[in-house]
């Protein structure tokens, strides 16, 4: 089955405790991006990658990393978690960039920082 | 698109009626293409339908179709036949022409009842 798989789904830590969050897609698709989803800010993008070893900041990029060693994954660092990064995030990902590429995204994380 | 508005913050509609779910968008871009996603409670983000602004007809997938209308700037979801599954909060969104970011509107809440 076609998917795009993040986890964990949910995940409670504490201020300062590095984290990493999973994200792998099995469809072959160049283009991956995380996106965090807040009440009242609706989703923003954190990063992307248009490809391996190629990846840019989106609109909140600070306090979080991204590698992407191998096109199927695309994990998202928390170096020193804070509790203004409590959200729900996505992972995304699309065949390509450009007009008709659909992003399938994964089932969203929630992760909560004390 | 640089903007998606989605008006309707909540809307509600009997099981088997048809509801439209508005979107209005701005760009200034010749080519685009207009998303809607689905979330419904569990947090997920399901795709739905595509419409790209150089197709002629508008966009159907099963019980969703879009009501394409560019000299207006609308996107309007339409569900046939609603369901109680079909309860979720509604988003239209839009890829950046350059980094195919989905600029997101805020969302429409559909509730359907018996």
């Known amino acids: 089955e076609a998917q795009v798989t993040q986890n964990p789904r949910y995940l409670i830590t504490v201020t300062g405790k590095k984290l990493t969050v999973t994200c792998s897609q099995n469809?072959?698709?160049?283009?991956m991006s995380w996106y965090r989803q807040d009440p009242g800010l609706g989703l923003r993008q954190i990063y992307y990658?248009?490809?391996?070893?190629?990846?840019d900041k989106g609109d909140v990029p600070e306090g979080y990393k991204v590698s992407r060693k191998e096109k199927r994954n695309f994990p998202l660092i928390l170096e020193s978690p804070s509790p203004n990064q409590t959200s729900l995030y996505f992972c995304?990902?699309?065949?390509?960039?450009?007009?008709?590429?659909?992003?399938?995204f994964g089932a969203g994380t929630r992760l909560s920082v004390l | 698109a640089q903007k998606i508005t989605q008006t309707q913050p909540g809307m509600f509609v009997q099981e088997k009626e048809a509801v439209t779910l508005d979107c209005t968008y701005d760009?200034?871009?010749?080519?685009?293409?207009l998303f809607w996603y689905k979330q419904p409670s569990s947090g997920e983000m399901i795709f739905l339908i595509y419409?790209?602004?150089?197709?002629?007809q508008n966009a159907t997938e099963g019980r969703y179709s879009l009501n394409f209308q560019k000299a207006r700037k609308s996107a309007n979801l339409v569900i046939s036949a609603s369901q109680l599954g079909d309860s979720a909060m509604y988003f239209c969104?839009?890829?950046?022409?350059?980094?195919?970011?989905?600029?997101f509107g805020t969302g429409t809440r559909l509730q359907v009842f018996p």
């Open positions: 995304a990902s699309s065949l390509s960039v450009g007009l008709g590429n659909i992003q399938y």
């Open positions: 469809m072959n698709h160049e283009y």
């Open positions: 990658s248009m490809n391996v070893e190629v990846t």
């Open positions: 760009t200034s871009d010749q080519s685009y293409g």
């Open positions: 419409q790209g602004s150089y197709d002629e």
């Open positions: 969104a839009s890829p950046h022409y350059n980094t195919d970011k989905l600029i």
